[in-house]
């Protein structure tokens, strides 16, 4: 019996292991993932740590290396600086020696200056006199007389040269030293100019590294001169003076622009294979380039240094996390077992009550002595159904709906029970009242009748409700300023409007655009534009009426709707108010700054009837005070809607003309004073309108100025030119120079060289056929890019003229710098001339200073006889004017005007 018992209880035993086996096994098939999710949040959690590392240090070496190209850069500034003083000083050496052998009568005797000690050591540099034959005739070397040198290139430049210039050659080996030198020489000249000889200033490379430091730059810093031709002169590494045979770099790079920082990779650059932050600059006034070079490794070995203790930090808090992911994955396996227990204890009674997350009722209605339905009383819910009403579900079966509100009115909810009773169904999504005892502020609400009793389904739709209502308000609202915005208006306005039809109402539109907040945006950056955008909406607020709407359209422009007013008057004193406001300046993060407003008022009837017109007029009105000078309010003006149309079509009629090529060129004469033959046409656009005629350019060139069509119309009168010359090439007439006008803005904002140079190309033109004219105010521009433009275009062979000369502000050493052929004086000046003594005297002075700079000068507006007489007395050279000739059409062959028909 015993036996029995104890087999029983080992069998029982046994029974409640394997079941508690089977519940583990149950759980681990459930909860797999907790096994997991610790240490895949730890490695995702190392990874994005790792990441996050290598990211920092790459900026951090991103920065370092952008600090070393700005120090190179800065470096290479400070040695060209240097460098130009260096080459100055070497140059006034070369110019004392060549005055002192002039003034000497050839008798300098280096030897004997060299014993004062009147120059630097020659252990530097040595100064040596070669006579016109190429010999030797005196230097600071002894024993250096009668070595022939005529073979060096400086002594053959110097020798076919006019004039004398500092010429600086590439390093060669002396032979008068067996020294590498670089020869600076100047040309000697007797009183008449003749070639007598050349003044040579050796200097050793070394000299121009001799201030390396290597505090600054390293022990692997470079130092170098290298020619704008890319001739190395010198490099030099730490304390290494490489020969130019072997230079230290393998060859010169190319540089683009006058100066810059790059780094040069070691293999590819450099002969000892190490890479450097190499800075370039241009020595002022020198064909010279400067170089520095920091060593990429000594640079960068602080941050090489915090790189690996970083990854060393790194990998330690990687053993902390895998500590701390084993720990947290054992509580949370422990914690979720417990919870897994609970759950199965209530998991029949849940399975049967709680199947989703709605609640559920079950409801009878409460009929009174006469069979009506007076109430209804909840028979069964689930527990998520009693927490929807604030209940447990023990006290809330067996309630009375209307009980439930207590000290409110259920009349609504017993409405929808009464109509799922007379229709068997309801269903609705309805807005719970805070008196409520529903505690969702939205719920959908399903109601199906079953014999007489009624199923109810409560399910919370908050959520939801509030996620659509916040799309739609963040739909309607501008995000930085809080305000409505154009969706909402494009809504609200049409509202509005029917609303004053209706009612005989009077409503105005403001247009509101800030007065110079590109400016501010521009310059101070955008996030200083933000807050003033900001501001200038709470202002706005502030100073319009409290029911009056604000409203930002986009960028800096905001509408006021204006309703419930009586007058214009109502609509200007808002207005007033806005613009009152934005008088006091704005103090932002950044600094302080104005703005200014331009409003533009549309008003209701009177200008529009409808939501869009009324927008577009509101507009068009703010743009009239925009036009005006800004910093005002007008109301809409049909007249300057009108006359901006018609800007407008004029406008599209030009870009028309422009794509259809309706333009033809006139050409007129200017002739030589002096023999009376053509030297030249000027080539002048004429307009074949297709209704109006031919137009001249004071009634198209202005508009194609204001609007940026002037840049297609110049390049299409550029090729036009270099077309009709190419047709009279052609004919194999004996042809005269074309010259196109370029206007300000063309020469400024277009590649006019290229566009040049490719219309040449293109007809096969002779570029010495074309001549360009630019005004003054071409010139107003960076003189290094004008410069670079005009020496780009003078390379072509393309002849240059300055045109209406003396209506701008171009000064002479402007002049002389840019180096024009031909200057066109303005007719104010010729039409002077035979008026005034004073205008004669303006325009001998103008024809004297041109001569002075190599220019020839052409006289504008010639209309008389007795101005061709005072312009010959005076030497001007050529007369342009329609007393010589109008302007002519084309023709097959170029109109010419005869020989000494004005003689």
């Given amino acids: 019996m015993k036996a029995l018992k104890m087999t029983a209880t080992i069998l029982s035993n046994a029974a409640a292991y394997i079941a508690m086996a089977g519940r583990k096994l149950g759980f681990l098939r459930e909860n797999f993932r907790l096994l997991f999710i610790w240490p895949i949040a730890a490695v995702i959690l190392s990874a994005i740590g790792w990441g996050a590392l290598f990211a920092h240090l790459d ?3 991103r920065q370092a290396e952008n600090i070393a190209l700005k120090q190179a850069g800065v470096l290479s500034r400070n040695y060209a600086d240097q460098l130009a003083r260096t080459v100055e000083a070497i140059d006034q050496i070369a110019l004392h020696v060549k005055y002192g052998w002039e003034l000497s009568a050839n008798k300098l005797q280096l030897e004997n200056i060299k014993e004062k000690e009147l120059f630097p050591p020659s252990s530097f540099l040595n100064i040596a006199i070669i006579d016109p034959n190429g010999i030797l005739l005196t230097s600071t070397i002894p024993n250096s007389k009668g070595l022939a040198v005529g073979d060096r290139p400086y002594f053959s430049i110097h020798k076919n040269a006019i004039e004398d210039f500092l010429y600086i050659g590439v390093p060669v080996s002396s032979r008068i030293s067996d020294r590498i030198i670089i020869p600076f020489s100047r040309r000697l000249a007797d009183r008449n100019g003749r070639f007598t000889g050349v003044v040579v200033v050796a200097v050793v490379p070394g000299y121009f590294t001799a201030n390396y430091d290597e505090t600054t730059l390293g022990t692997y810093g470079l130092l170098g001169v290298v020619g704008t031709d890319r001739v190395m002169k010198v490099t030099r590494i730490g304390q290494i ?35 450097r932050y190499v800075g370039w600059d241009t020595v002022d006034g020198y064909p010279l380039i400067a170089l520095t070079g920091l060593d990429e490794r000594e640079t960068l070995a602080p941050y090489w240094a915090n790189r690996a203790a970083a990854i060393r930090y790194a990998i330690w808090a990687n053993l902390a996390l895998a500590a701390f992911t084993l720990i947290a994955m054992m509580l949370s396996v422990r914690l979720a077992w417990r919870k897994y227990q609970l ?108 014999a007489d009793e009624l199923a109810v389904t409560l399910r919370d739709i908050s959520d939801t409700k509030a996620h659509v209502d916040e799309l739609e308000r963040r739909s309607n609202a501008d995000p930085l300023t809080g305000l409505p915005n154009r969706h909402w208006v494009q809504t609200y306005l049409p509202k509005a409007v029917k609303h004053a039809a209706e009612h005989d109402a009077m409503l105005a539109i403001l247009f509101i655009d800030l007065d110079g907040f590109k400016a501010v945006n521009d310059t101070a950056g955008h996030a200083a534009g933000d807050e003033l955008l900001r501001n200038a909406a709470r202002r706005i607020v502030d100073a319009v009426r409290p029911h009056d709407h604000v409203v930002r359209l986009g960028g800096d422009e905001f509408v006021v709707i204006i309703e419930q ?26 600094g302080v700054h ?71 060129m006139y ?38 100025e204001d609007t940026g069509l002037i840049l297609s119309l110049g390049e ?64 107003m ?62 325009f001998t002075a103008i024809i004297t200073m041109a001569h002075a700079l190599g220019m020839r000068v052409v006289a504008e507006g010639v209309e008389s006889e007795a101005q061709i007489r005072i312009l010959r007395t005076l030497h001007c050279d050529e007369m342009q004017g329609f007393y010589i000739s109008r302007p002519l059409p084309p023709s097959e062959r170029q109109p010419v005007l005869p020989k000494s028909v004005f003689m």
Avoid at 261 to 275: K, P
Avoid at 349 to 359: D, I, K, S, V
Avoid at 754 to 770: G, V
Avoid at 787 to 811: E, K, P, Q
Wanted: with cysteine; charged share 25%; proline share 4%.
């Fill in 59 to 61: 900026e951090e070496r």
């Fill in 241 to 275: 003076v490489y020969p130019p045979e072997s230079p230290s770099l393998v060859s010169a790079p190319y540089f683009a622009g006058r100066s810059g920082s790059v780094i040069l990779q070691g293999n590819e650059a450099f002969a000892d294979m190490r890479s």
């Fill in 343 to 450: 759950e199965t204890t209530q998991a029949t009674y849940r399975m049967a009550t709680e199947g989703g997350t709605e609640g559920f009722y079950i409801v009878r209605p409460v009929l009174d002595r006469h069979g009506s339905i007076v109430d209804f009383e909840i028979i069964d819910s689930n527990h998520h159904g009693a927490e929807l009403l604030r209940q447990r579900r023990e006290e809330l079966i067996g309630k009375k709906v209307s009980s439930l509100y207590e000290g409110a009115n259920p009349d609504r909810l017993i409405e929808m029970l009464h109509e799922a009773m007379d229709t068997s169904f309801y269903e609705n999504d309805v807005e719970v009242p805070s008196e409520s005892p529903v505690m969702p502020r939205w719920v959908h609400v399903r109601i199906v009748r079953a």
């Fill in 565 to 590: 007013i009586a007058h214009k008057a109502d609509a200007a004193h808002v207005a007033d108010r806005v613009q009152h406001a934005f008088q006091e300046s704005f103090r932002l993060a950044q």
């Fill in 594 to 664: 104005s703005v200014g407003t331009s409003i533009g008022i549309s008003m209701f009837p009177s200008d529009g009837t409808d939501a869009d017109t009324l927008l577009r007029n509101a507009d068009v009105a703010m743009y009239s005070v925009k036009a005006g000078g800004k910093g005002a309010y007008h109301f809409y003006d049909q007249k300057f809607y009108d006359a901006l149309r018609v800007r407008l079509e004029r406008e599209s009629e030009l870009r028309h003309a422009i794509e259809q090529d309706q333009f033809i």
């Fill in 667 to 704: 050409y007129q004469p200017r002739v030589d004073i002096a023999t009376g033959i053509t030297a030249s046409m000027e080539a002048l656009v004429r307009w074949e309108h297709p209704s109006k005629g031919l137009m001249q350019p004071l009634e198209f060139i202005p508009l194609a």
């Fill in 716 to 779: 299409l009168v550029i090729d036009k030119v270099c077309k009709q010359l190419a047709q009279w090439v052609r004919t194999g007439q004996e042809l005269v120079p074309v010259s196109v006008n370029v206007s300000s803005r063309q020469f400024n904002e277009a590649d006019i060289a290229k566009i040049l140079s490719a219309s040449l190309a293109r007809h096969n033109l002779d570029p010495k056929l074309i001549e360009i004219e630019l005004t003054e105010s071409s010139m």
């Fill in 781 to 842: 521009g960076s003189t290094w890019d004008v410069a670079n433009t005009l020496r780009a275009i003078r390379r072509m062979g393309v002849t240059l003229l300055v045109d209406d000369f003396g209506t701008g502000y171009s000064s002479l050493s402007q002049l002389q710098r840019l180096d024009f052929d031909v200057l066109k004086v303005d007719r104010a000046f010729t039409e002077e001339i035979d008026r005034t003594e004073q205008g004669k005297i303006f």
